[in-house]
């Protein structure tokens, strides 16, 4: 029975500038498992996983503390905007389809830059319509604002679907051009830095041409058949 295993490495940013009008970079291979497949038929026989969906949740979290409190920081309900990255079906009929490659039959694909991905202060930027309010991370003496991406994936190879999951934190930064003097959004401390002043004033940054810090994620599904 033929078997296809093996890991599926991702490449997501942990950092994002809303607004930016570069593509955010989601970058993305699939690497066969040779300890599983060696028995296989198809061992050797470059596969191709055709994307069928993804899509990514931007979810906020916002902590407070209060002065002469003992207790830690309190959180408040977290809210979450959820987004189409890619879909076979929303984008109709005559679209051509995204193939994730195998290791070795070429660069990882970068479906952020395929679909021009850009995130801006109500979802996705080129929209007809806004899907939510996305605003920076911040945090001050008595407030922590911070973000988490979940992503999810649907492949399918060889007539198998395949379905990812996986999430990571992200830092949303402002805008360059837009933020009026005495925003809080861009009124930012250091990660790590202990809370001893309201806020730490740095200006908001210029657009950024390469993106921070990227992050790899490993997944790993099994598909026999």
């Not at 009026?180 to 809370?195: A, F, K, V």
């Amino acid at each position: 029975m033929p078997v296809f295993a093996g890991n599926l490495e991702v490449d997501t940013p942990a950092v994002i500038q809303l607004e930016n009008p570069n593509p955010m970079p989601i970058r993305m291979q699939f690497v066969p498992d040779p300890k599983v497949m060696k028995d296989s038929p198809i061992d050797g026989i470059p596969q191709k996983l055709q994307l069928q969906a993804l899509t990514m949740e931007i979810q906020t979290a916002t902590e407070i503390k209060c002065d002469g409190v003992e207790t830690s920081w309190a959180a408040i309900s977290p809210k979450t905007l959820r987004v189409s990255v890619w879909s076979c079906l929303a984008f109709g009929p005559g679209t051509r389809p995204l193939y994730i490659p195998c290791a070795g039959d070429g660069p990882p694909i970068d479906v952020g830059r395929k679909v021009n991905l850009r995130i801006g202060r109500t979802g996705l930027m080129g929209k007809a319509y806004p899907q939510g309010d996305v605003h920076a991370s911040f945090s001050t003496r008595h407030i922590k604002y911070s973000h988490r991406i979940s992503y999810e994936l649907r492949a399918v190879v060889a007539g198998e679907v395949l379905k990812f999951k996986w999430d990571s934190q992200a830092t949303v930064l402002p805008p360059a051009n837009d933020v009026p003097p005495g925003d809080p959004d861009w009124l930012q401390t250091p990660e790590g830095t202990p809370y001893e002043t309201d806020v730490d004033e740095t200006p908001p940054p210029a657009f950024q041409d390469a993106w921070l810090c990227p992050r790899l994620h490993t997944t790993m599904p099994s598909v026999s058949g």
